[in-house]
């Protein structure tokens, strides 16, 4: 089966399910979450730290 799809370089591409968009979109939300939950562990971390060395 060959697909009549090309896009601008003439490569045949596959067209993608209303599912798969829509993970990719939230997919592409949930990133920069991830990365300021991850910066605010690590900032909550260090100054827990820095507070045990000062008493």
């Known amino acids: 089966m060959v697909s009549e799809q090309l896009d601008a370089n003439g490569r ?7 599912y798969e968009i829509l993970m ?4 592409i939300i949930a ?3 991830m990365v300021c939950d991850t910066l605010l562990t690590l900032l909550n971390f ?3 730290r820095n507070n045990k060395r000062k008493k």
Do not use: H, N, R
């Not at 990719?24 to 997919?27: A, D, H, N």
């Open 12 to 18: 045949e591409v596959a067209p993608m399910s209303d």
């Open 24 to 27: 990719i979109v939230l997919g």
């Open 31 to 33: 990133l920069p979450f």
């Open 46 to 48: 260090l100054d827990k």
